[in-house]
T-cell receptor, first 114, second 114 residues
Framework: QKEVEQNSGPLSVPEGAIASLNCTYSDRGSQSFFWYRQYSGKSPELIMSIYSNGDKEDGRFTAQLNKASQYVSLLIRDSQPSDSATYLCAVNPVLYSGYSTLTFGKGTMLLVSP | ETGVTQSPTHLIKTRGQQVTLRCSSQSGHNTVSWYQQALGQGPQFIFQYYREEENGRGNFPPRFSGLQFPNYSSELNVNALELDDSALYLC?????????????FGPGTRLTVL
């Protein structure tokens, strides 16, 4: 069973702080990794994709990938109350490398207090 | 550019009934994936359609079936509804079927089975 693990949280940070969200995955051959943000009662919204080891930055978001450690993280700088949501880590397992299915973690709830 | 749309928004059915959910993919996208998201869980892959063919399926029974039409819109059909089928059903479209393609979700259909 291919698994993606996330701490369910909640992760509480004050406004303006850096929020660090972590994810581990079991399928060593996975090639593509995604972070989605999901507000309560809404559908997931893609915020970052990463395919190579290292960091990828987009605005206040930085995704980090370490395939050797099977670890993906998302950093949110200058956290805002509007960032309060559940963050889902998703991985494309190598078994399905021919097509783009995703295995999701259960998500980490982030709470940013003013 | 139109995003992914789904209908209906909400649906209430009774056990044993059948349901059809609909999805229109984002403009230019030829691949549609369906996911089931139970409360407090990450989305689970049901199946994927690429150019009107099912090209991948998750661990769901045959009473979950689907179609994709020439305009790449898609339907998810569920027969003999069970209480555990109550969930948010998400449709995601992607540019193509490969593992590096980002998936974009529609707003979802909330199904309640009584």
């Amino acid at each position: 069973q291919k698994e993606v693990e996330q701490n369910s949280g909640p992760l509480s940070v004050p406004e303006g702080a850096i929020a660090s969200l972590n994810c581990t995955y079991s399928d060593r051959g996975s090639q593509s990794f995604f972070w989605y943000r999901q507000y309560s009662g809404k559908s997931p919204e893609l915020i970052m994709s990463i395919y190579s080891n290292g960091d990828k930055e987009d605005g206040r978001f930085t995704a980090q990938l370490n395939k050797a450690s099977q670890y993906v993280s998302l950093l949110i700088r200058d956290s805002q109350p509007s960032d309060s949501a559940t963050y889902l880590c998703a991985v494309n397992p190598v078994l399905y490398s021919g097509y783009s299915t995703l295995t999701f973690g259960k998500g980490t709830m982030l709470l940013v207090s003013p | 550019e139109t995003g992914v749309t789904q209908s209906p928004t909400h649906l209430i059915k009774t056990r044993g009934q059948q349901v059809t959910l609909r999805c229109s993919s984002q403009s230019g996208h030829n691949t549609v994936s369906w996911y089931q998201q139970a409360l407090g869980q990450g989305p689970q892959f049901i199946f994927q359609y690429y150019r009107e063919e099912e090209n991948g399926r998750g661990n769901f029974p045959p009473r979950f079936s689907g179609l994709q039409f020439p305009n790449y819109s898609s339907e998810l059909n569920v027969n003999a509804l069970e209480l555990d089928d109550s969930a948010l059903y998400l449709c995601a479209s992607s540019l193509n079927q490969g593992s590096y393609n980002e998936q974009f979700f529609g707003p979802g259909t909330r199904l309640t089975v009584l």
